[in-house]
């Protein structure tokens, strides 16, 4: 049977990251990818902020710069914002995976491409066994100190571990679109019922003179495709004339809330696997990578001492809480306050956010990776944008038992 310290299943950027941290320390890591190639097929818009290039070491993978932002309400009010410096960057997602297995091989990693965590099999001698079944059918047995499991949505690895799926799963539709008529340098978001209950519709230019358009919803019977299709026809008769057939389409989910717990002995949960992503975006490369850094430090140092309990592995679950969990309440507690909304809410709110001095608020706070942060200086600053939250936040407090997060506004900017 094969023997290694790590086995790290799923080649995605949590993944990658893992494997290249614990790899130049030294240790023996093993990842697998069920699919044939790293970052195949691309399930994902792309759009990262610039904390995402700096963990990953490289701009190789940018492909346009993001300076604004047009948001669009259920009735077509819009709210634009424009910054000087880059807030976002647009890459390709598939480099940007390539890069980091890359990075890990290069560290020492083995890569095993079409090969499948099936399932967990024993616990033999302080290593855990797992089956592994081959693309072309064959059946091997590994055995690990460490299984890490970086495997995305529907995590095998956490259904094999008894370590509890998130609650909600956002069903997304994605196609690139070969020529955008749409700003260059700019995203649009879409808001309402008829584009994206739930969550939002986006375009995002490609860099390369086409576009990413999708959206993820709690679609509620309906399919993200359905939602999809309304937010292209609305779009063609904004542009004025229907689309090139898109180049490729992405079905996927993302996965919103708190698991309880991303560890167990010999076990640890990164990334979407552990649904280390942004509630309020539903992004989850950044906070997946971070992470990802913070279980191999916490790994790195378990397998040192030769101790990978339960009790060990918790420090990951206590090191990733202290630096995100805090923002995901907040933001999970945003986002219950957003979907109860009406689509005239949704009007309103933007019609408040239009005035000059808002708009200078969020280009000045905006941060796409910890947007709670924007919110409470909107708050701040706006009483009427708080006279018309108090519907919906009574609704929220009012059903269910749940500290209500600290939302009070921030220092009051310079
Ligand atoms: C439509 C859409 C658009 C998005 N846009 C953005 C965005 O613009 N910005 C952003 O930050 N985030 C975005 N996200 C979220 C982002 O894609 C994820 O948060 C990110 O990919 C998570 O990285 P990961 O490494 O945890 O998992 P993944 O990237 O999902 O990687 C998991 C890997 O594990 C492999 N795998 C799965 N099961 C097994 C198994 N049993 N055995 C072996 N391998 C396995 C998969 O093939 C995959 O390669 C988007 C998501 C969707 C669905």
């Known amino acids: 049977m094969e023997a290694v310290d790590v086995l790290v299943v799923g080649a995605g950027p949590a993944g990658s990251t893992t494997a290249f941290r614990l790899a130049e320390r030294g240790w023996n890591v093993l990842v697998l990818e069920e699919h044939g190639r790293v970052g195949q097929p691309v399930q994902c818009a792309g759009l990262v902020s610039q904390r995402v290039i700096d963990l990953a070491g490289s701009t190789s993978m940018v492909r346009a710069v993001v300076h604004g932002a047009t948001v669009f309400g259920p009735g077509l009010g819009s709210l634009s914002f424009r910054a000087d410096e880059p807030r ?17 091989a290069r560290a020492g990693a083995t890569f095993r491409t079409g090969a499948r965590f099936d399932r ?167 906070t997946g990578m971070r992470c990802a850094e913070i279980a191999a430090a916490v790994a790195a140092s378990a397998l040192e001492r030769n101790d990978l309990s339960d009790r060990v592995l918790a420090e990951y679950d206590r090191a990733w809480r202290a630096e995100f969990g805090e923002e995901f309440r907040r933001a999970l507690y945003l986002r219950r306050l957003f979907t109860r909304l009406s689509d005239g809410d949704l009007d309103a709110l933007i019609e408040v956010l239009r005035s000059a001095e808002l708009r200078a608020t969020i280009v000045a706070f905006g941060d796409i990776d910890f947007p709670t942060h924007v919110v409470r200086q909107l708050l701040r600053e706006s009483p009427s944008l708080v006279r018309l939250l108090p519907k919906a936040l009574g609704a929220w407090v009012g059903s269910v038992s749940y500290r209500v997060p600290d939302l009070e506004p921030g220092p009051r900017r310079k």
Not at 88 to 104: E, G, M, N, P, W
Not at 189 to 196: E, I, K, P, T, W
């Open 120 to 286: 967990r099999l024993s616990m033999m001698d302080g290593r855990e066994v797992v089956r592994v079944v081959e693309s072309d059918g064959t059946v091997r047995e590994i055995s690990a100190r460490l299984v890490v499991g970086a495997d995305g949505v529907s995590s095998a690895v956490a259904r094999a571990y008894r370590l509890r799926r998130p609650v909600e799963i956002l069903p997304a539709f994605e196609a690139e679109i070969p020529r955008s008529p749409g700003d260059p340098d700019a995203v649009e978001v879409f808001l309402g019922r008829r584009f994206a209950p739930g969550l939002f519709g986006w375009w995002i230019p490609d860099g390369t003179g086409g576009a990413r358009v999708g959206l993820a919803a709690d679609a509620d019977g309906v399919s993200a495709r359905t939602y999809f299709s309304h937010l292209m026809n609305h779009l063609a008769r904004r542009f004025g004339s229907p689309f090139a057939s898109p180049t490729a389409y992405i079905v996927s989910g993302i996965p919103i809330g708190e698991v309880p717990a991303t560890h167990a002995a010999h076990v640890l949960l990164v990334g979407d696997a552990a649904a280390q992503v942004k509630p309020l975006s539903g992004g989850g490369i950044y």
């Open 88 to 104: 976002a960057f647009v890459i390709d997602r598939a480099a940007l995976d390539v890069h980091l297995s890359d990075r890990a």
